[in-house]
Nanobody, 124 residues
Framework: QVQLVESGGGLVQAGGSLRLSCTAS????????MGWFRQAPGKEREFVAA????????VYEDSVKGRFTISRDNAKSSVWMEMNSLKPEDTAVYYC?????????????????WGQGTQVTVSS
């Protein structure tokens, strides 16, 4: 089992930036992929970005490509997501998640552990 703790959310104006952090404990961090998902009020949780165990492979949801960057440091058991050019539609609770295996995927059921979430609010 993996325990995940996110931080870095907050309130920002449109066009601004935020950096989300997630620190893991439990399973050896380098054994699994990591992902970020988000859930806006009244909507289902959706995939945002994922990174493979090595950090070499990443995948992004289309609406965040070119604006968000996911990265990881296995020595620190941490994953980050740099979010630039934020838009009001990015407003949501953001969750980090630990994958079932090493490859990055977009499928929520491929993730077995979830953090508590951090709120990101983008004002227009």
């Amino acid at each position: 089992q993996v325990q995940l703790v996110e931080s870095g959310g907050g309130l920002v104006q449109a066009g601004g930036s935020l950096r989300l952090s997630c620190t893991a404990s439990g399973r050896p961090f380098s054994n699994y992929a990591m992902g970020w998902f988000r859930q806006a009020p009244g909507k289902e949780r959706e995939f945002v970005a994922a990174i493979s165990w090595s950090g070499i492979s990443t995948v992004y949801e289309d609406s965040v490509k070119g604006r968000f960057t996911i990265s990881r440091d296995n020595a620190k058991s941490s994953v980050w997501m740099e979010m630039n050019s934020l838009k009001p539609e990015d407003t949501a609770v953001y969750y980090c998640a630990a994958g079932r295996w090493a490859l990055a995927t977009m499928v929520p059921t491929d993730y077995v552990s979830w953090g508590q979430g951090t709120q990101v609010t983008v004002s227009s």
